[in-house]
């Protein structure tokens, strides 16, 4: 079945960074645009990055654009996101997932930006 796992959350200081990673299986990776997620306490699940399938196209939330760099390994099932300059309004917990027919949701890693 199709299955994602995050990882590379952690705690970090504002204006730090991290790279998350996101490996996938169960479907043909190369085929589907993919998104980051993330969803802070109390609120609604937001898309924050998306890629097409190829890589060739990428797009952002307003929130992290030019901070946040979405990419992806075909050859290896697997998608990045690299986090720079965080601020304590990104802390949420990230998932990843196809972008136009998601699936069941992993379990996500925490991001925490705090001094």
């Known amino acids: 079945q199709v299955q994602f796992v995050e990882s590379g959350g952690g705690l970090v200081q504002p204006g730090g960074s991290l790279r998350l990673s996101c490996a996938a299986s169960?479907?043909?990776?190369?085929?589907?645009?993919m998104a980051w997620y993330r969803q802070a306490p109390g609120k609604e699940r937001e898309s924050v990055a998306r890629?097409?399938?190829?890589?060739?196209?990428?797009s952002y939330a307003d929130s992290v654009k030019g901070r946040f760099t979405i990419s992806r390994d075909n050859a290896n099932n697997t998608m990045y996101l690299e986090m720079n300059s965080l601020k304590p309004e990104d802390t949420a917990v990230y998932y990843c997932n196809r972008q136009f027919t998601p699936a069941s949701w992993g379990q996500g890693t925490q991001v925490t930006v705090a001094s």
């Open positions: 890629i097409t399938s190829a890589g060739s196209v990428r």
């Open positions: 169960g479907f043909t990776f190369s085929s589907d645009a």
